[in-house]
């Protein structure tokens, strides 16, 4: 596990800030959020690296609508509040855990963490982060990227 350090609080919050500001698209919250997903800002973002981004959130949307177009399509939006939270939590789970954003969404579907976000967005961000892995049913292993070789062997060693 990384430390969260300046380069990870500089990633958790322009990732928080880009997905509060995605609030202001004709689109739901929803399309906003797999479009990310799918994104060529997504892939540098990835990389944890804030020097390979300008930081500017103006220009991160302007790149995801100039990617996959204007669309009106959904109503849901989630608040800014709850959109900052997500995109926080995301990137400070990628960053500490070294793993994709594509990833924890599907470990981690960002409907659940709009429902969590009331009782969740005030603790400290690991208190988050292990109690979504239990909500889940899931245990700090399923970070490691070793796991399943090592419950092969685990159950190789049995016979």
Same mark, same amino acid.
Do not use: C, M, W
């Given at each position: 596990m990384r430390k969260f350090d300046h380069n990870g609080l500089l990633l958790a919050e322009y990732q928080g800030k880009l997905f509060e500001n995605s609030s202001d698209l004709n689109c739901s919250s929803g399309i906003f959020l797999r479009r990310f997903l799918h994104s060529n800002l997504?892939?540098?973002? *990835?990389?944890?690296?804030? #020097? =390979? /981004? %300008?930081?500017?959130t103006n220009e991160g949307i302007k790149s995801i609508?100039?990617? @996959?177009? *204007? #669309? *009106? +399509?959904? !109503?849901?939006? +989630? %608040?800014?509040? =709850?959109?900052f939270w997500i995109g926080y939590m995301y990137r400070y789970i990628s960053y500490t855990r070294e793993k994709s954003t594509r990833f924890l969404f599907k470990i981690f579907d960002y409907k659940q963490l709009n429902e969590v976000y009331f009782s969740f967005h005030t603790q400290d961000p690991e208190w988050c982060v292990r109690n979504? /892995?239990? /909500?889940?049913?899931?245990?700090? %292993?399923? @970070? *490691?990227?070793? +796991?399943?070789? !090592?419950?092969?062997?685990? !159950? !190789?060693?049995? +016979?």
């Open positions: 997504l892939v540098k973002l *990835d990389t944890n690296n804030p #020097s =390979a /981004l %300008s930081l500017d609508v100039e990617q @996959f177009g *204007d #669309s *009106d +399509y959904g !109503k849901l939006k +989630y %608040s800014k509040n =709850a959109l979504l /892995l239990e /909500l889940n049913r899931l245990t700090e %292993s399923v @970070f *490691d990227n070793n +796991y399943r070789l !090592k419950e092969i062997i685990r !159950k !190789k060693e049995h +016979y």
